[in-house]
């Protein structure tokens, strides 16, 4: 198991933007691994938690890993293709950010997304609600905004 400390808000890989994953090799079968296996120490830890980000963990590479009780996946080189107009208004979780929450945080209620797994299959996935405020979320850590 190979669970990684996760970088506070202020770390300077935090602020930068990552690198696209050229090829899925062993480097980046090793931070998927990494990815979810701190993700599910924190889930078991605390409730609310159902992403985490490469950079979050100390790994400055375009990767999000999501879990929930129904389903886990990965997102490499997530790409927000389209967005809906509609807002909404949220409190997000964050193990990253030092007072755990950030509230009133402005986020589409759909998007679309283009990526690719861990085998590098190619997808165009449309996510609503909480799963896209998540994956909104995750992408500002990808893009060194938090």
């Not at 490469?54 to 990965?74: H, M």
């Not at 997000?92 to 590098?120: A, F, P, Q």
């Amino acid at each position: 198991m190979a669970v990684r400390q996760v970088l506070k808000q202020g770390h300077m890989l935090l602020k930068e933007k990552c690198s696209e994953v050229d090829r899925v090799d062993s480097s980046v079968e090793l931070v998927i691994e990494d990815l979810r296996d701190t993700l599910t120490l924190f889930q078991k830890e605390r409730k609310g938690d159902f992403a985490i980000s490469a950079p979050q963990i100390g790994y400055p590479f375009r990767i999000i890993y999501y879990q929930d009780p129904l389903r886990s996946f990965v997102l490499i080189n997530p790409k927000i293709i389209w967005k809906s107009d509609d807002m909404v208004e949220t409190t997000e979780i964050c193990c990253t950010c030092n007072s755990g929450n950030k509230k009133g945080v402005k986020r589409h209620k759909l998007i679309r997304v283009e990526y690719c797994d861990e085998h590098g299959n190619e997808f165009i996935e449309k996510f609503i609600n909480e799963l896209a405020f998540t994956l909104q979320h995750k992408m500002e850590h990808l893009n060194g905004k938090i």
